[in-house]
């Protein structure tokens, strides 16, 4: 009889276990029409990304995934759009530190709540910058940079890819320490920035590597340093800010992945199982690792603390140096 009893119960069991895997198969999320990423800036490495994800993410959700520029205001117009999209998984935001954590500080009012407006899914990657300059300025590294602004106040500007970007708050970190001025040009995306930068109508930027590193090569931009704690292993040659005779600065880029607030955690846990993998893939870090950016590819809650840390931290730069927007 125990013997019958233990084989039942084993039975029990068995067939418990898979009522419980079939419960769980049934409760992964599939969106039910084609999912938009929006992207709140034009032709950058955001843009890039999203791409690069989009594609291999369609073949595992099983539905069109296209990416949708909406640039403006410093990248709030696209991720407001995003925080005002139903929670149902058919739209995400690829969001950076502008929108994400610059602008809470920098703007007077904004019109959504970063933290409250939007869920995370991951941090996906990190990226110094490199402070470069117009292969024609005849300066080579940064203090002789500093040099020139100094002696014609009046002489230099510089790009950066929205207001509120990290490549805008750098430069006027970098300012603020050097008690130097150069005149800031917004633009919207980092294509824009890079056409006036190599034509020099603006002589210098701080830009991620991905947007540059072709220009370097090309001998129509210089690297005068990497706003990094240490050196580029492909550019071993380019100090750091920190060696160039700044100490702790330090301005890292980043980019994630969010949703709408109040989007159903199996949804948010679908997409950061998908978007985690395909961080992961060797083609795609390879792709991001030649853009020298670092993945991260975090959980949900590990990218929401990071967003609580960055919002301060940035908007003690914004308050030290006076920014504001323009």
Same mark, same amino acid.
């Given at each position: 009889m +125990?013997a019958?009893y233990?084989?039942?119960a084993?039975?029990l069991?068995l067939?418990?276990?898979?009522a419980?895997?079939?419960?769980a198969?049934?409760?992964e999320?599939?969106p039910?029409k084609p999912?938009r990423?929006?992207v709140p800036i034009?032709?950058?490495?955001?843009?890039a990304?999203?791409r690069?994800v989009?594609e291999?993410l369609?073949?595992?959700?099983?539905?069109?995934?296209?990416v949708e520029?909406k640039p403006g205001?410093?990248?709030?117009?696209?991720a407001?759009?995003?925080? +005002?999209?139903?929670?149902?998984?058919?739209?995400l935001?690829?969001g950076y530190?502008g929108p994400l954590?610059?602008?809470q500080t920098l703007f007077?009012?904004m019109?959504?709540d !970063?933290?409250? #407006?939007?869920?995370?899914?991951?941090?996906?990657?990190?990226?110094p910058?490199?402070?470069?300059?117009?292969?024609?300025?005849?300066v080579?590294?940064?203090g002789?940079?500093?040099?020139?602004?100094k002696?014609?106040?009046?002489?230099l500007?510089?790009?950066s890819?929205?207001?509120?970007?990290?490549?805008h708050?750098?430069?006027?970190?970098?300012?603020?320490?050097?008690?130097i001025?150069i005149?800031?040009?917004?633009?919207?995306g980092?294509? !824009?920035?890079?056409t006036?930068?190599?034509?020099?109508?603006v002589q210098?930027?701080?830009l991620v !590597?991905?947007?540059?590193q072709?220009y370097?090569?090309?001998?129509r931009?210089r690297?005068?340093a990497?706003?990094?704690?240490k050196?580029f292993?492909s550019?071993?040659?380019?100090p750091t800010m920190?060696?160039?005779?700044?100490?702790?600065?330090i301005?890292?880029?980043?980019?994630?992945?969010?949703?709408?607030?109040?989007?159903?955690?199996?949804?948010?846990d679908?997409?950061?199982?998908?978007?985690?993998?395909?961080?992961?893939m060797? #083609?795609?870090?390879?792709?991001?690792?030649?853009?020298?950016? #670092?993945?991260?590819?975090s959980?949900?809650?590990q990218?929401s603390?990071?967003?609580g840390?960055e919002i301060p931290r940035w908007?003690k730069?914004i308050? #030290?140096?006076?920014t504001k927007a323009?």
């Open positions: +125990k019958i233990r084989t039942i084993a039975a069991c067939a418990g276990l898979g419980i895997a079939t419960t198969a049934a409760q999320w599939s039910s999912v990423i929006i034009v032709g950058s490495t955001n843009d990304l999203a690069l989009a291999k369609s073949g595992a959700i099983g539905q069109s995934v296209y520029n205001a410093g990248g709030n117009i696209g407001d759009m995003v925080a +005002k999209s139903p929670p149902d998984g058919h739209t935001l690829v530190n954590a610059i602008n007077d009012k019109p959504f !970063p933290v409250k #407006d939007l869920t995370p899914i991951t941090l996906a990657v990190t990226s910058q490199y402070l470069v300059v117009n292969n024609d300025l005849p080579k590294t940064v002789e940079l500093v040099a020139m602004a002696a014609d106040p009046s002489k500007s510089y790009a890819v929205s207001v509120g970007s990290a490549s708050l750098t430069m006027e970190m970098f300012k603020s320490a050097a008690k001025n005149t800031h040009v917004p633009y919207r980092a294509a !824009p920035a890079l006036d930068l190599l034509a020099g109508n210098t930027a701080f !590597p991905g947007n540059v072709q370097v090569k090309q001998g931009l690297i005068l990497v706003s990094g704690d050196r292993a550019m071993p040659d380019v920190i060696e160039s005779g700044y100490p702790n600065f301005a890292t880029s980043w980019i994630g992945f969010l949703a709408p607030a109040g989007t159903p955690k199996n949804i948010v679908r997409y950061n199982k998908e978007i985690v993998h395909i961080l992961n060797p #083609d795609v870090k390879q792709k991001l690792r030649d853009m020298e950016f #670092d993945v991260v590819a959980t949900p809650v990218f603390k990071w967003i840390t908007g730069v308050k #030290d140096t006076g323009e």
